[in-house]
Structure formats: C-alpha cells, structure tokens
C-alpha cells in the first residue's frame, strides 16, 4: 500500500521561502508521476504542479510559474516543492499526490492521481 507523507509547512512573511517535503513507500517510487495540491479555506483543491516519473518533464500552474520548483530524488523515495516569494494567496493546505502511469507526462487533473497524503498547512501572513 502507498503512503505519502508531507512536511515542510508553516507560517512565513510574504516573499519568504518554504520548501515542502513528501516521502514516499510502498511500492516502487520511480513508477508513479507525482504532483502537488492546494486547498485554500473555501475554496476547491486546485493544481499546483507535476513531475514524470523520471524528472524530467515538469508541469505548473501559471500562478505559481517562475516562483516554485518542484523536483524528485529516486533514490530517497521523495518529492519536494521549493516555493520562493510567497504571497498571502499562496495560503492553503499541501497535498501531494502519486499517479501510477507509463505516461511520459506528468498529469495534472485530480482524478489522476489515486494516492494522497494528509496535507501540510502553509500560511503566508506578516
């Protein structure tokens, strides 16, 4: 069975950084295209970005374009977004997420994706 668990969350000033963490186990990492959520208070859980299984095609949501990176380590079974100049709309809770595919993209619709981890709560205020 799959897990995820993401860390890395907390509260920063706006044009902070704050880099998550999402580790994966239970099966072979390199065999799922992984992606990160958001899902600010009242509003639906949105795209943020994606990678292939490989790392080397990546996908972004245009608000988050040129601030966050997202990456993957094969080797340590984990994905990361590194988020840079972050603003108060940023605020939401993080999920990552796992699609088990033979596409060379990573995708980008929720329904893909059927492995979740618990979230992890970035707040961005002054």
Known sequence: QVQ???SGGGLVQPGGSLRLSCVFSGR???DYAMAWFRQAPGKEREFVAAISRGGSTT???DSVKGRFT???DNGLNTMYLQM???KPEDTAAYYCAGARTLLLKPPIAQTEYGTWGQGTQVTVSP
């Open 70 to 72: 997202i990456s993957r």
């Open 59 to 61: 996908n972004y949501a």
């Open 28 to 30: 072979a990492f390199r």
């Open 84 to 86: 840079n100049s972050l």
């Open 4 to 6: 995820l668990v993401e």
